[in-house]
């Protein structure tokens, strides 16, 4: 299994950026297909982007598009999600995710293993 402990959330305001860290703990790290997903207060789970094993393959939202970025450093056992250009309706507790791979699912109920979330909040 595979421990995960996401860092990076906070307040800040419409426009700015922020980078999110999910470190990972155990041996099959690299082997393993790593998602984001987000959650609003009164909202569904809702996909962010999430990466193959060797960071080549990797899929977004149509609502972060070209505004994230997802990164993995297998050597470190770490991944990120590099937000630029904050919006106030990207607010919600963001989830790093672990899945077995190789395929990169996109469903939340496809990744075993989650973090314990990182608070996102974008002031307008």
């Known amino acids: 299994q595979v421990q995960l402990v996401e860092s990076g959330g906070g307040l800040v305001q419409a426009g700015d950026s922020l980078r999110l860290s999910c470190a990972a703990s155990g041996r099959t790290y690299s082997n393993i297909v790593m998602g984001w997903f987000r959650q609003a207060p009164g909202k569904e789970r809702e996909f962010v982007a999430a990466?193959?094993?060797?960071?080549?393959?990797?899929y977004y939202s149509d609502s972060v598009k070209g505004r994230f970025t997802m990164s993995r450093d297998n050597a470190k056992k770490t991944v990120y999600l590099q937000m630029n250009s904050l919006k106030p309706e990207d607010t919600a507790a963001y989830y790093c995710?672990?899945?077995?791979?190789?395929?990169?699912?996109?469903?939340?109920?496809?990744?075993?293993?989650w973090g314990q979330g990182t608070q996102v909040t974008v002031s307008s």
């Open positions: 990466i193959s094993r060797t960071g080549l393959t990797i």
């Open positions: 995710a672990a899945a077995a791979g190789p395929y990169v699912p996109r469903r939340g109920d496809e990744y075993a293993q």
